[in-house]
């Protein structure tokens, strides 16, 4: 009975360990991928001018993106000069 409660642990702790080193690894593969699709994601654009939409009016939508932390400052600055130039 002692061999078969030895084993019984034995097996148990060597499943636990594969199973934590497998969920480190599936954690380490999930944010490199995360991060690979974020580099690889073009970055958002501020929306082609309305006809009416005068230059003022994209200028603060620019600059409420900015806010919002959907562009940084070289996304705005590149959007802003497209704007003004």
Do not use: C, H
């Amino acid at each position: 009975m002692p061999g078969l409660l030895r084993g019984m642990a034995r097996v148990a702790v060597v499943s636990g360990t594969a199973t934590a080193a497998s969920n480190r690894v599936n954690r380490r593969q999930s944010a490199r991928w995360a991060a690979q699709d974020q580099e690889q994601a073009p970055p958002p654009t501020a929306a082609p001018a309305a006809s009416g939409e005068s230059r003022m009016d994209q200028l603060k939508a620019l600059g409420e993106l900015k806010a919002q932390g959907v562009l940084n400052d070289a996304e705005f600055e590149a959007e802003k000069a497209r704007i003004l130039g």
